[in-house]
């Protein structure tokens, strides 16, 4: 009995020491990945970070500590005019391709004729490249051979070209609109699977009480999409706050800086005015927004993955 006793702690002990083991060996499969996120992703961001306390030139040698002169020259400068330009871009690009990706996943998840063919339609616009997708849209809103133009000068709409891109009261629309084409099939994709999970006795029993299409939307489905719209909502709020090749390729921040997100922004200030400090800082404040969206997404994918 005694022995059995003596022999339990040391067992113990040697399970403990083998697990020591295999967390050590656990922590050596992950060093080479953390070795990478060092390198890509840590290393310059606090590369970016130091450089935005310095006066720093792209082509001059040499950089002063400013301290935190940077950051106040960007929240004197280009800072609010761009936030409102990001805003506005971001909202739209997300608003409009939601509504459609909803719409059409609706009408996809009925008996539709021809369904399979639309699906495999409809994604073309995703899988195109966003350079490739920018130079199709920039066509289509040429103001002298464009094919938008083309189509209102033959309804009659319009009587003479409009320049889509060279205004700054249509440029932002326009590349919404772009933005938007290319980014409703993934939502629709989304969204037409979590329709699929909807129970049908639900709608049913809601067709049994009287309730019309409208109101089986509202009560039935809607609730049950809450949570993945929510997760699509924020990953494309996300993603059009950072969004740069197509904005960059339609207009280049233009006309008048109309179109110039933080994006654009931080990319002309580093290459074009060759002031690595302010763009540095520029692109913290990015960040900070960046990181708070970026916050409330994780928020509520651990509160989907709880319900």
């Known amino acids: ?24 060996f656990g922590l050596l499969l992950t060093l080479p990945a953390l070795a990478l996120l060092g390198a890509v992703v840590l290393y310059p961001l ?13 082509v001059l040698p ?12 960007v929240l004197h400068q280009n800072f609010w005019p761009v936030l409102g330009h990001t805003i506005v871009f971001t909202v739209g690009s997300t608003v409009v391709p939601v509504v459609i990706g909803l719409a059409l996943a609706l009408a996809l998840n009925t008996r539709l004729r021809g369904r399979a063919v639309l699906r495999g339609l409809f994604l073309m616009p995703w899988v195109i490249p966003g350079v490739v997708v920018s130079f199709i849209w920039l ?32 440029a932002m629309a326009a590349i919404i609109v772009a933005k938007s084409w290319a980014s409703f099939p993934w939502i629709m994709v989304m969204l037409l699977a979590g329709l699929q999970t909807v129970p ?10 009287g309730a019309g299409a409208v109101a089986r939307f509202w009560h039935v489905t ?6 993945i719209l929510g997760i699509v909502v924020l990953l494309e709020v996300i993603w059009n706050v950072q969004h740069f090749d197509m904005i960059y390729v339609l207009t280049g921040g233009g ?13 002309d200030t580093a290459f074009k005015a060759f002031d690595l400090g302010n763009a540095s800082a ?7 927004l960046i990181l708070v969206l970026t916050v409330v997404y994780v928020r509520l994918s651990e509160r989907g993955e709880r319900a």
């Open 62 to 73: 040499g950089r002063s500590f400013v301290g935190l002169d940077n950051f106040t020259a």
């Open 255 to 267: 006309p008048a800086g109309s179109t110039t997100t933080f994006a654009v922004a931080v990319y």
């Open 282 to 288: 520029l692109g913290a404040l990015w960040l900070v």
């Open 1 to 24: 009995m005694s022995e059995r006793v003596e022999a339990a702690p040391a067992q113990r002990l040697g399970e403990r020491g083998h697990g020591l083991k295999d967390r050590t």
């Open 222 to 227: 809607l609730p049950h999409l809450r949570g």
């Open 139 to 170: 066509w289509i809103f040429n103001a002298n051979y464009g094919l938008l133009n083309g189509l209102l000068t033959t309804l009659h709409l319009t009587d003479e070209p409009i320049s889509w891109l060279g205004q700054p009261g249509t």
């Open 46 to 58: 606090i590369g970016a970070l130091s450089t935005s306390m310095f006066k720093q030139s792209l």
């Open 200 to 209: 049908s006795a639900l709608h049913e029993a809601a067709a049994l009480d």
